[in-house]
């Protein structure tokens, strides 16, 4: 297992694939056109549709769903393809919520996908924040995942869901060591509560790689919705002016295109 396939389907979604697993994160196979309510008057419209259907999906062996209460993470069509799961993982009130074969981690928490004849992996629940200080009852539960399996030459494989930039993240830096990184980017926000952003912006993204260190830093969650406010142009611009130690380590993912990276 010294190679990961990932395949980025759109927005948080991706298929990764290594040692004969198949993994999903945030499941969004939507079309494009819909309208989604988030919550206490925000709302967004999904402008592009996924770059590989639900139907051409190969099986699924675990959903890795950073939270299940909002559409640009898990929308209709994702909630059929988590029918189809044999495991899915998530926060703590997700599992309550799904039921069935949801299990909820808490922050730190660890569980083992086990299967005959392929090499176990470890998921490790990180903290996640969806907003500012105290939004949490507000936005709702969400967790990253840190992967790791024997094998690995450079470090866990790191989702950091949808999260900003503050302590419990920084602590994923402190405690683990990153091979790749998965960052929800996007800057996203709301017209109804102003500036707030509820997900790093690309600033924030690259000082948590300055913590970090991962070989590999591949932005995800930043295209397909009108509350994405940092695209693919933007996050490019505030790279650039970014140390060359670290905006060499990230990585664009051509959607649809499975992606070959050493582990």
């Keep these: 297992m010294g190679t990961i396939r990932i395949t980025h389907i759109g927005g948080p979604t991706t298929l990764i694939e290594t040692g004969g697993w198949r993994l999903l994160t945030d499941p969004t196979f939507d079309p494009p056109g819909q309208r989604y309510g988030f919550g206490w008057g925000?709302?967004?419209?999904?402008?592009?549709?996924?770059?590989?259907?639900?139907?051409?999906?190969?099986?699924v062996d675990a959903v890795l769903l950073s939270h299940d209460q909002h559409g640009d993470n898990l929308d209709h069509t994702g909630r059929d393809v988590l029918r189809t799961a044999r495991t899915i993982l998530t926060t703590p009130a997700g599992a309550r919520r799904l039921g069935q074969r949801a299990h909820g981690l808490a922050p730190w928490t660890v569980t083992r996908l086990h299967a005959p004849d392929r090499p176990t992996i470890t998921v490790t629940a990180t903290p996640a924040r969806h907003g500012p200080p105290l939004s949490r009852p507000l936005t709702g539960q969400v967790t990253g995942f840190a992967l790791t399996w024997e094998g690995q030459q450079h470090g866990a494989l790191w989702i950091s869901?949808?999260?900003?930039?503050?302590?419990?993240?920084?602590?994923?830096?402190?405690?683990?060591?990153?091979?790749?990184?998965?960052?929800?980017?996007?800057?996203?926000?709301?017209?109804?509560?102003?500036?707030v952003r509820y997900t790093m912006t690309t600033a924030h993204a690259?000082?948590?790689?300055?913590?970090?260190?991962?070989?590999?830093?591949?932005?995800?969650?930043?295209?397909?919705?009108?509350?994405?406010?940092?695209?693919?142009?933007?996050?490019?611009?505030?790279?650039?002016r970014a140390p060359t130690d670290i905006r060499t380590r990230f990585r664009w993912l051509a959607t649809g295109v499975a992606t070959d990276l050493s582990a």
Excluded: Q
């Design 42 to 59: 925000t709302a967004s419209h999904k402008s592009a549709g996924p770059a590989l259907a639900a139907s051409d999906l190969p099986p």
């Design 206 to 240: 690259v000082r948590l790689c300055r913590l970090l260190r991962p070989r590999t830093a591949i932005p995800v969650h930043y295209e397909g919705w009108h509350h994405f406010h940092e695209g693919r142009d933007a996050i490019e611009h505030e790279l650039a």
């Design 161 to 195: 869901g949808d999260t900003v930039l503050y302590g419990g993240v920084r602590e994923v830096a402190r405690r683990l060591t990153v091979g790749t990184a998965l960052l929800h980017v996007g800057g996203v926000r709301f017209p109804i509560t102003g500036p």
